[in-house]
């Protein structure tokens, strides 16, 4: 599983940052980072729920 984003898309509601803080996190801006851009399969859940309740639709998972 590899992880992206689009952080010109973002909003900053940082629900993925608290949703899988080990993959996502937010810049000064409060805008999304990934931390990890092929995390462990075990947070595939966490990473699969953070895309979908993503706001503005700013994290593709592939893989």
């Excluded at 992880?3 to 909003?11: G, I, K, M, S």
């Excluded at 900053?12 to 931390?35: H, I, K, N, R, W």
Aim: charged share 25%.
């Amino acid at each position: 599983m590899r992880v992206t984003t689009e952080p010109d898309r973002c909003v900053g509601s940082g629900q993925c940052a608290m949703l899988s803080p080990e993959v996502f996190d937010q810049d000064d801006d409060g805008l999304v980072t990934v931390v990890r851009e092929e995390p462990a399969e075990g947070l595939r859940a966490q990473v699969l729920q953070a895309a979908d309740l993503c706001p503005s639709r700013a994290i593709r998972v592939h893989g």
